[in-house]
């Protein structure tokens, strides 16, 4: 059904009609951007939540990445960054197939209907104006009539009077002929215009108008197709995406199925497994008249009530001890050090270069490791040093290419490189020499063991919250915190050397075996140790005996355990001798 037949007046209300298509295109157009700015947004809100989570460089999570169910997160916040990114697309795409493109047809669109409309106001301007002009010649030629019929009344009344001149009444009749005339002219004039007007009345109804509607029908069911088309597109380009989508969905359920719960418990194993045996079973002490009993405290647990309480010989009480180092006979016990999250960090990684305050096993592991990373080093300058020594064969062979000597500089960088890297290597294997030396095999007996790292039970003693602290050597040889977290007791093993009896009663003043220098200040916090500064002089009365801890005067009044790592010692020599 054409709009140029049936609509051939109704030029406003198409007018409206077509101005009201174009609103919906530009609404539409505005749906469609407002939709891939919500898809903008809520990309960036994904992608912020996944960076969020991520585990942070040098952290206790990135650490924790070695379980599967870590893994199985990272892995689903990494599939979660890409699903993101697929909303992302579907903004690109909704911008660049549907936004931009309607909003070039709208210009189109608008400069096209403006052009029909122009055309069809231009032609009803014409026929207008061809109506006016046939009005006014239909006029005149009214009043010519008039004209003409009045001039021939008065000749009619002059020729009948008898008593006017003849001269009279030639002059009226020539009036009343000159009225005839141009009443006919008038006429003439007016047919001519009656019949241009039809003319162009027909073809402004029939050709002009048909053909204006005719342009704007067909402009306005290519509006109608192109929105169909962008409404299909806009479906398509969710649909592009879902394959992808899918895939990352896949992705987070394989990462969820990934999670091996019997795995994660061995590596707990793996990473807190110390190396050291269980301790053996205590003696049996008969009594006898005359015989003290041994007075020995548990390294099973935290627990310093059994020896707290106790009254002296002299008749007081001992007050309750912090010490961490608790001397009884043929015992020295390494009391409380608290084992919070700084500490744990230190055993997972920082510290001295040797590794030296972490557990024979975790010491192990961490060894190897470094070996490992070293020897990968090795072979990448090796291999790196290989193909600069393939350039230069070129460069020998033909001059013309390049410079032989200007790959020397590089190949003796190299070369001192891997000198380096492999005197690393040979340091750290002794270091592992030496601890797998050191490590005790199934086959040995159980022997009650330094350095024992146990979790804090409900039966052991709580430390005061209030008296939290963190201390760190420089080398991290050492850190001593107290808190209500989890706590760690280092127990030494029975030593011969220790036979007298360890208490804060009055004891014989031990003798010089040699003076130190303090290369790290140390705060004694605990009783028992003793505040140094760096490059402090000290003299040494008792000798690092495997714990880690060397006894120190600073005169008469003061003298306590400092940490063997933070001072450089000097014995006497016939100290060294025996």
Not at 178 to 199: P, V
Not at 454 to 483: I, K, L, W
């Amino acid at each position: 059904m054409s709009w140029g037949s049936e609509l051939w007046d109704q030029f406003d209300n198409l007018e409206k009609h077509t101005q009201s298509g174009i609103e919906f295109v530009e609404r539409y157009s505005k749906f469609v951007k407002e939709r891939s700015d919500i898809e903008i947004s809520y990309a960036k809100q994904i992608r912020n939540l996944s960076k969020k989570y991520q585990p942070k460089k040098n952290s206790r999570e990135e650490e924790e990445n070695k379980y599967t169910s870590c893994r199985a997160f990272l892995s689903t916040l990494n599939e979660l960054n890409d699903y993101a990114g697929q909303h992302e697309v579907i903004a690109e795409n909704l911008t660049s197939q549907i936004i931009t493109e309607l909003s070039r047809y709208l210009t189109e669109l608008k400069a096209e209907r403006k052009s029909h409309f122009h055309d069809g106001r231009k032609a009803q301007q014409q026929i207008e104006s061809l109506w006016k002009q046939l009005e006014s010649s239909k006029r005149r030629f009214e009043r010519d009539c008039k004209e003409a019929d009045r001039a021939q009344q008065y000749f009619e009344r002059m020729d009948a009077d008898i008593n006017v001149t003849k001269a009279d009444v030639e002059k009226a009749r020539q009036q009343a002929q000159m009225r005839h005339q141009i009443a006919a002219d008038s006429k003439t004039e007016y047919s001519n215009y009656l019949t241009k007007f039809n003319q162009e009345q027909n073809e402004h109804y029939y050709t002009l108008i048909p053909n204006i509607f005719q342009k704007l029908q067909e402009m306005e069911e290519r509006r109608i197709e192109r929105v169909g088309v962008s409404m299909k597109t806009y479906a398509e380009v969710d649909r592009e995406v879902l394959p992808i989508v899918g895939k990352c969905l896949d992705g987070m359920t394989k990462a969820a199925e990934s999670i091996e719960p019997k795995t994660d418990s061995k590596q707990v194993v793996e990473s807190y497994k110390s190396g050291f045996e269980p301790p053996g079973d205590v003696e049996f002490e008969d009594y006898g008249p005359g015989q003290t009993m041994k007075r020995t405290v548990s390294e099973t647990s935290l627990s310093n009530s059994r020896g707290e309480a106790k009254e002296r010989p002299g008749g007081g009480k001992s007050k309750g001890k912090l010490w961490p180092f608790i001397k009884n006979k043929n015992k020295l016990s390494l009391k409380l050090i608290t084992f919070n999250s700084h500490v744990r960090n230190l055993i997972e990684g920082s510290g001295p270069e040797d590794f030296s305050h972490l557990p024979p096993e975790q010491r192990r592991k961490k060894l190897q490791a470094k070996i490992d990373d070293i020897n990968k080093d090795i072979q990448k300058e090796m291999d790196q040093k290989d193909a600069l020594t393939k350039m230069k064969g070129v460069y020998e062979k033909n001059p013309q290419m390049g410079d032989p000597a200007s790959v020397d500089p590089r190949l003796v960088e190299m070369a001192m490189n891997i000198e380096k890297l492999q005197s690393e290597v040979q340091k750290f294997e002794g270091w592992l020499a030496e601890v797998e030396g050191r490590l005790p095999s199934r086959s040995d007996p159980p022997r009650r063991q330094s350095g024992l790292y146990e979790s804090q039970n409900s039966n052991s003693t709580m430390v005061d919250n209030n008296c939290a602290q963190d201390r760190e050597s420089p080398d991290g040889s050492y850190t001593e915190e107290q808190s209500s977290e989890t706590q760690v007791k280092v127990a030494i093993a029975n030593t011969p050397e220790f036979d007298d009896e360890f208490d804060d009663g009055d004891e014989e003043t031990l003798p010089t075996i040699g003076t130190c220098k303090a290369v790290y200040s140390f705060e004694g916090h605990n009783e028992g140790t003793i505040s140094v500064t760096e490059g402090e002089l000290l003299f040494v009365i008792e000798q690092d005996k495997g714990d880690g801890w060397t006894r120190v005067r600073r005169n008469v009044e003061e003298e306590g355990y400092v940490p063997t790592s933070y001072v450089e010692v000097f014995l006497e020599t016939n100290t060294k001798d025996s």
